[in-house]
Nanobody
Framework: QVRLVESGGGLVQAGGSLRLSCKAS????????????MAWFRQGPGKERSYVSG????????YYADSVKGRFTVSRDNAENTVYLQMNSLRPEDTAVYYC?????????????????WGQGTQVTVSS
């Protein structure tokens, strides 16, 4: 069972930056962190959960939702079992609970249903 713990959320003014972290622990026997593609999703007030960004097991392949492209950067440190989301030029519409997710594949997916493990979420609030 993989456990994911997010951190780094908070309150920031529009135009500011935050860096989210997601630490993984408890991998399946015989597996390593790079066996898992990782993703960030978010759920704003009154909205459905949506894909934000993801990174493949190799740490090279990345994908971004159009709404964050050019502002957010996803990365991972496989030695530290951690994935990051650097968020710059934040906007009020980025306000949401941000969730980290992992799937039993090295290949990125944008579908929430394809992810096997989820963190508890971290709140990001961007004031105007």
């Amino acid at each position: 069972q993989v456990r994911l713990v997010e951190s780094g959320g908070g309150l920031v003014q529009a135009g500011g930056s935050l860096r989210l972290s997601c630490k993984a622990s408890g991998r399946a026997s015989g597996s390593s962190f790079d066996d898992y593609a990782m993703a960030w999703f978010r759920q704003g007030p009154g909205k459905e959960r949506s894909y934000v960004s993801g990174v493949g097991g190799n740490g090279i392949t990345t994908y971004y939702a159009d709404s964050v492209k050019g502002r957010f950067t996803v990365s991972r440190d496989n030695a530290e079992n951690t994935v990051y989301l650097q968020m710059n030029s934040l906007r009020p519409e980025d306000t949401a609970v941000y969730y980290c997710a992992a799937r039993d594949s090295r290949i990125i997916s944008t579908a929430a249903s394809s992810y096997d493990y989820w963190g508890q979420g971290t709140q990001v609030t961007v004031s105007s």
